[in-house]
């Protein structure tokens, strides 16, 4: 009986340990993919993107910036950025939360595939990713109002360097 215990304690530790660790450490590598997967041709700057979002509310679009940010919980969401000052930060998400991003791609060149919609977001999600990305509770009480915001659906991702 005491075998058959231990085995179990065994196999559950082991399953538990890759359970764990399937989203970590191999990001370091360029070229990964995520989701339906994404490639270079095509794709165009997160600088032009943001210019072509001013005359319309959603795009279909291949981008290409760096990663700010990612959800600390299980990768859920990630913020996009440009080193052009004035750019605003894109949350993206990824089409039926069907993949997650590792926590360790900050800094690094993505390409998404997906959809780009300017949105307004709830307080309630607001305050939910404030939380998701280790905000304190003063800085989350302090969110009162929706917000009007650049986001994107990804449905493939590339992870360039």
């Not at 993107?49 to 959800?71: Q, Y």
């Amino acid at each position: 009986m005491a075998l058959l215990k231990n085995s179990f304690y065994l196999i559950f530790s082991a399953l538990f340990l890759v359970a764990c660790s399937s989203n970590k450490s191999v990001s370091n590598q360029s070229g990964q993919q995520f989701g339906a997967g994404a490639t270079e041709k095509g794709a165009i700057s997160y600088e032009s993107l943001v210019e072509k979002m001013g005359k319309t509310n959603e795009l279909p679009a291949k981008v290409t910036g760096k990663i700010s940010e990612v959800c600390k919980v299980k990768g859920c969401w990630m913020t996009m950025v440009s080193d052009k000052p004035g750019t605003p930060e894109m949350r993206v998400t990824f089409k039926n939360y069907a993949f997650f991003m590792p926590m360790d791609i900050v800094g690094k060149t993505v390409v998404l595939d997906g959809v780009a919609a300017v949105e307004t977001i709830p307080v309630a999600d607001l305050r939910h990713y404030a939380e998701d990305a280790g905000k304190s509770k003063e800085e989350i009480a302090k969110i009162t109002e929706p917000k009007r915001e650049l986001t994107f659906e990804a449905a493939g991702v590339l992870i360039k360097n």
